[in-house]
Every structure is written in C-alpha cells, then in structure tokens.
C-alpha cells in the first residue's frame, strides 16, 4: 500500500455520493427567490419548490417507501412529474415515468414487472391507469393529480396529490443514496416489438449526465427551459436535474401544440427547449398567424431521435432557433453524442454545413469511447464514412441494465461495450453517422439501401411535410423502398406517386427510390418518433410487390 | 436486497473510475486538428499533445513509475508543465508541482516527504533544484527542460525532457485508475507558518472539479486560455484538465508580465485567465503603451486570493475585462465558491453591485454545503452577515486529506466539515463573505476589526497602489491596525502617513483606522499573495505602539 492510501479514507467531509438531488438543495439557498417553475399561472420559486420536495419524499417515506421501491407516474410535464423528480430520489425510491400514449396493457404489465408500490395519475389518464388496474391482482397505493390547467377526466385514487402532500415534513432530513449506484429511475424501452425492457439508471449516471447537459447544451447560468420533451422520455433526458442544477425555470407544458409553444417561448423568453424533428417541423410548418417574435437572442433547441433533414435544420435556423443535433437512447440516459460544431466548418458552404451537421457526431464528456463494430466479427471497421456496422460505446452514463432481464443486459454489454443496436460509419473526424435501426435497412437486390438516405431526400422536396421509409417484400429484389409521405396542406393536388417517384430518380441512385408510395398522416409515438412498424404492418397487408 | 441491486453491476460498458485523462483522450479525436498549446512560435494540436503525453506515461512506467509514486516537478507554465498534468496521471503516478520562488531548504524537504521518484526540472530552476538535491541523500532520477524560450540556467539531470520522451511509446496503452480515489497530485500548501502541509487530491475529485469549472468559468465550446495562474497552484486551479475537456487552446506563459499579458491576449484572441488580485493590479496600472486592443467579447477573468477591492474590480471591467471572483483553497483543488451574480442584482447601483461582488459567494456543483461556525462550540451562527465565524463545507471536491500527517487531517475535518481557517460571515442569501484569515484579525480594545475591511478603504485612495494591514501589539489597546502601503508611480509626494490616516478616520470607525501607516512596496509569494507573515514580521521589529 502507498503512502497515498494510509489514513486519506473518505469521510463525510469530503466525498458524498453523487446525486442530482444536491442539486435541488443548491439551488433552493443559492437561487432561493428565483422562479423555478412556471405553469399556466403558477409560479414557484426554489425555496418553495425543495421544500415542496422534500415534504414529497417525507410523505414517501411515511408510506414505506424507500430503497428499490418504484413509484410508477403516468402524467405530462406538470410541476409536480417535476416534484417526483427530486421527491422520489429524495425518499430511495426508484421513479417509474410511464409513456401516456400506451395502451392499459401495456401500462399494466409495466406496473406489474416493477412492482410499483405507488402509482400517481394525472386526471388526463384517469380512464387509461383504470383499465390498468383493472388488470392487476395487486395494487399501489394511486394518488390522483388534479391539475389546474386539466379540465378533463377524474381525479381517481385514495388520495390526490397536494392532500398527500400535507402528510410529509417540509423540513424532512432526506438522505443521499448510500451507494451513488443506487437505482434512480425506471424508463421502460417503447419497444417497437415485443415486451419492452426496464432501463435502469443509477444517481451518479443521473448526476453526471445532468453536468454534462449543462456543458453539452450551454445552459449557461438562468436558463428559462420549455418542457416540450416528455419527461417520461429517458426522464426528460436528465433535464429536470440539469436545469435545476444551472438554477433555470422550468417552464411545464401539457401537450406539444406549435401556438401555445410560440407564445410561451415569447412570454418566458424561453432559452432553451428541445424535441424530436417532429416538433421542428411543426414549429417550422405552423401558420404566420400562430407565431410569435422569439426572444433577441434566439431559442436553442436540442433534437433527439432520428437525424433531423438538413433542410428542417436550415428552416429553423432562418426562423431564430439554434438547432443542436443530439443522438442518443433510452440506455444512455439520453444524449450520448452530440454534433459539436467544429470552427473549420464556419467556411464551408451551406449545403456541406448541412452534411457536417446531419451527422450523430461525437460522444458527450461523460462517454469515455465509441466506435462501430461489424456485427459478426465484432472487429473494429475502418473509419472511411462508408463501412456500415453496429455503434457500441461504453462510459459512466449508461443504464445498470435491463431489470430481471440478465440476459439482455448481458448482449447488451458484450464484449465490455454497450451495443445500441444502429447501424452507423464512423467517418475519420470520430464523428458518428446512424445509417439506420438495424431493422431499417433495407436490402434490394443485394445492396443495401439506407431509408434515411431516401427520407432525407423526401423531404427536400417542397411539397413534402413528413416522410418514412420501409422495406416492402419484392419478389424480385427482395426488398424494395416503401414511403408514406404526408404533404404540406398546401400541397399541389396534382403531386402523384408517379411523379414523385421521377423526382427521386432525378436525384439518387435508382435502385434507391422508392417503388411504392403511399400519401397520408404517419403513426407516431408519443415522444413524436414516427412508428414504422405500423407502417411496416401496413405494408405486409400491401403483399410483396415486384 | 432490492430487484434494482439483481444482476445490475458495474461493468466495463457502463462504468469507468472517473479521471480527467479521459478528457484529454477524447479531445484528441474530436479535436484532433485544433491548437491545443502555444508556445512562443511552438503550436500542438491536441492529437499531438495526447501522443506526447501517452508517450511520456510509457516512459515513466518503463522507469518504474506506478502507482503511488510521486514524480516531481519545477517549473513554470510551459508545454511540458501540461504534458506533465496528463503523462503523470496516466502513468498512474502522482504528480507533486513545487513552487518555483520556494527556498532550497523548502524544497529539499517536499521532495524527501514526497519521496520523489523523478524530478523534472526547467532550465531556470537548476540552481535551486541543484541546492535542494545537494541537501538529500537518496536522490531521484533528475530530468531536465530545455524550454527553447529561456536562454538561462543549464539543462541538468541524467537526460533532457526530450531525450527521455522518446524512450516512451506513442501508443502507450495507458490505464485510468482502478480506484477513482487514487491520488492524482499533490500540492504543497503556501505555508505562511511552520512545515508546509501535503494536500493529497485524487482522480474523481479532479475529474468533477474540472466540470465544474467548465460551468463556472463558462469556457464554453474551445475557449482560448492564458496562463497567468501557475500550475503549481493548486494545478492551475484545475484548468489544464478543464480547459483540455472542453477542447480549448492553452497560451503558455513563463512569468506574469503585463506587457507580454496584453501582447498575447491581443495575439491569440484570449477568451479565458485566472489571476490573484494583484494580477489585476498589475494590468490596470500597466501604462498605455503596453496595453494592446482586447478581443471584441472581452476577457473572462477569474480571481482567486484575497477579496479584490471593489475599485479593482470595477476599473478591470471598464477596460474590457470581466471579472469573476472566486475563492478556494488548495485543499478544495482551487475555487470551492464563486460570486454568482443575480439577476436582481441588475437593478443596484455600482457601490451596492460592488458590495454584493466582494463577496466569495455560494458553494460551486461539487460542494455540497457551506456554513459559519462558531470555532469554540461549532455551532452554526445566524446567517446575518455580521456574526463572524469559521467558514466550512463538505463536497466532492475536498481533498484526500494531508500526506502523512493523519493529526492535521482528522483536525481539518472535524465534525464531518472541512474547516477553512478562515475567517467569514454568512450573509442570509447563503453568500459567504471572508471577513479575514483566523489570524489576520485584529483585536482592538476588545472589537474585532477586519484587516480587510481597512485594506478595502486603503485602496479606494486615488494614490494607493496597493495596502496590507496586520496587527500591531500595542500596550494600551491590545492591538492596533498597522498598514503597509504602496503608492502609485504618479502618486503626490506630499502624502504623509498622518495625512492618510486623517483621510480614513472621515470614512471609517475610529478605532478601525491605522495607527501606523508603512509606505514601500509589498513582499509577495509567487503566486501574488500578499506575504502578511513578513509583514508581522517587520512590525514586531517596530516593537509595540502606545
């Protein structure tokens, strides 16, 4: 043993475990008098919000709840899905976001596989978490959540939640977790297929992944934050912990709807806000008359899920918002990458900027590597932009696991890297490129076709609002490209199949163009990811073509 | 145990020992091609600096450095300095920076308590390292820098820092640590009085200071960083690993000397420095001849030390400077506080906003908490801005505790709290305010007078350059203020002692006013501190007044 090692132990004066609920604490003296919430009328400020949370986790407590107990919430970006944020942590137990677009099944059997122990339902979801129940021999404790700002649906459960409220101390002495591995949320997977999986995070991922968003989304000090992410997606991705950390306000938000959008982010001189491209492309197609002046200067906006089309990019930045393009998964906590700007760009055309940008880009600080394997061999490819493989990277904010799925957490970490499952090149700048979900791909006549690459350029045509791509079985090739395309409601009537199939072949490698062509509204999930199995469902009753 | 603690551990893909090598790793792929140091005409990208410093852990480790083991080093804020922040780590050694204005005496007596392995040592410290190895009796291996811009002193030891880099590999497969509380550093405390103490820091304390900077400075995305503050302090407060993470370009600078301050500012487009207040001093009072055109956002300058005088503050900002004031030790790895300003602060006007930022302000992320206690019953005082106490706190950024010495650790965190030393009230917005170091207090017929709060006056003299007050024995009074001033080049030759104490009797307590009043220049420390001790010295030359 060193000299280093003898009589340097930890003690409580210098290490803690690390968890975001410091950060609460922090800013409850540091920013005390500073609005922390805004909703409809309401404004908290943090005194009164880390007060509010620590009598949540007394309550809690009171109710038994504690170490690896789940507290299961089905609600929108209310103040208090914000509360359960800090309150849960605060009492040990382990917070349960649940997707409100699913069906009672599904909300069952995720209640069941995380033994919940209390349940809180938002007014809105009265009749979904019912059926729910409905299914379940045993039952949590359900507290109701009677919104001001929702007129609809009851308040059901043994108590709602501000009566539950009174039950706790709001001087309660809450304590960091022993261990900082500790269990801080559940985010169920939305499984395309399948059951979906239980992603676990731990109070030091949750810690330091809040840090890194800070740094990743320049929050700068005061940020004013709208909720247009839910915070049931991959806990907002950490943002109730890293706004609060930068001592922002939180402005909550019920439902992404463009005008209410405009207008808080010009009463709020919202800062910073994030979405899947979906929500750009409503901002960026909404009406004149429903748009606001956005605040002098500018709104960054941070994009998730799918790489956005790089003319939804450039529309957005003409209209004021900044947009950060983010790549990461529920597993990762969120953002594992970002396309970090890089000043040799600044000198580059606007159509290369595009292609620069359009790019997953590179891992956050807390992500330690990354690199794209072939998935048979599990070798590293060569970082040429162009060989496809598997992404895999490993760091300090990724999940624990899948709960009681030892099996998959075990694929999951093969060969000491986490295995995203998206097909990527790695270009030799080390920045990373998603081609497709592995199910994606579609491979005709032996070549592999990106839909991404086909949807990218859907999108450039003018008529276009939305489009997806998918394989349909050809008896020919094998698999062809299937688009469901939803156009702008201004949109040329004459705009046939035919012709857009023309234009496509004007522009790409002809095998790469889409055969088939179906116009209409897309399926998506509630975090606003366009649903493609649905649409593959749709396209195995076409039957194959060819 | 919980289904949360079932098959969930840690694993290579989703847990790593936090360390800021990783930092430097990851720079260099996203960065690759970007100036990470400058030097004279000398330019590194950050794929070069990562190669240089992996080769020089391959050569250490290849010299038997491991764990544990404490490699040396004197110099100032040169490339190799840098290169040393990160080979060292990476060889899991640790690294002991030795204050280059130390005594031989001072320094053989680190390196033997250290036991250092190797001591590196720049051209310009060969007669001190000489002296100091000549006084000890196992000797480490001696490597000496031949920094092309310093044409003094000889290049001794066994082999020359470049020489000894090539015996390294390039590609060095270093290893983070086990353990992220393995020792890093160690940083010798300035010692005012008595044997100076070794303050041990370790991986995870480094890694999250470093992010914490990264938000508490706002260096933002390749900020350009001067090196104004030395490395062997406190590691440059942290920077080499904070300004590496977030991919900045490191200006090297071997000595404080405003014209060449202002010449690379100007050159490089300086975004970001750090510099005790007589830094500060030193710019603002350097003649217009040497001042150079600052870049069009400013400098970001962070101050450590002592709180600088309201007037400093504000004469730095009207040149273009903007002034962040922070305070820490060298036990808290550098700033544990910094003066967040507050958006209602906006509204005050310029004596009130001055106020508020002479402050050293709120605990940074890393710190958990922070109070003032009483030092005989450790009681918490009333957060009234009046009651003076010893300012604590805990957190993750507090050191391993002292090198050897388990008797002045186990006292430094009495109680669960690290104790400060200092001097402070807490005011009741949770902003702390040093009000002196414990021994810098004057006690005057009973009342404790701030040998601050005189100083602050002092230097509101159009003619004071710079002001020092200690206690004076004093027969009728216990003690009295005494002040040692330095006055302007252009000051008024007929200032008199009386006529400046005349001047602070119209403006403060009586019995707060110098009675003696010392004019010279001040005896400093390298890294700007006023040396008070030297100064108590001086007065107990003087004997007692009365």
Known sequence: ????????????????????????????????????????????DYATLYCRCRQLA???????????????????????????????????GVLNTINTRLDPGAVAFMLKFAEAKVLFVDRAFADLARQALAKMTVQPLVIGIDDVLEPEGEVIGQTDYEAFMTTGDPEY?????????????????SGTTGNPKGVVYHHRGAYLNAMSAIIAFNLGSSPTYLWTVPMFHCNGWCCPWAVTAAGGTHVCLRKVDPALIYQLIHEHSVSHMGGAPTVMNMLLNAPASMRRELPPNGVSIS????????????????????VAHLYGLTETYGPSHWCEWQTEWDGLNDAQQMQKMARQGVPCLTINDHCVIDPSTGEVVPEDGRTIGELVMRGNTIMKGYLKNPQATQEAFEGSWFHT?????????????????????????????????????????????????VARPDEMWGETPCAFVCLKEDADDSLTDAILIEWCRDRIAHFKCPKTIIFGPLPK???????????RERVGQLGAGG
Chains 1, 2 share one sequence.
């Open 525 to 535: 999930t509630s975090t606003g990811k366009i649903q493609k199995y649905v649409l």
């Open 303 to 322: 994009t998730g899920g799918a790489a956005p089309p790089g003319a939804v990019i450039a529309g957005m930045q003409r209209i004021g918002f900044q």
């Open 1 to 44: 043993m060193s000299v280093y090692d003898q009589d340097l132990d930890k003690c409580a004066a210098n290490y803690a475990p690390l968890t975001p609920s410091t950060f609460l604490q922090r800013s409850a003296r540091v920013y005390a008098h500073r609005t922390a919430v805004v909703h409809g009328d309401l404004r908290r």
């Open 173 to 189: 002495d809450w304590k960091a977790p022993a261990d900082e591995w500790q269990a801080i949320s559940l985010n169920f997977t």
């Open 58 to 92: 007394s309550a809690l407590a009171l109710k038994g709840v504690g170490e690896g107990d789940t507290v299961s919430v089905i609600a929108p970006n209310t103040p208090e899905m914000l509360e359960l944020h800090f309150g849960v942590p605060m009492s040990q």
């Open 421 to 469: 499952g998206d097909l990527a090149v790695m270009h030799p700048d080390y920045y990373a490129e998603i081609k497709d979900r592995s199910k994606d791909i579609i491979i005709s006549g032996g070549e592999n076709i990106s839909s991404l690459e086909v949807e990218e350029l859907l999108y450039q045509h003018p008529h276009v609002m939305e489009a997806a791509v």
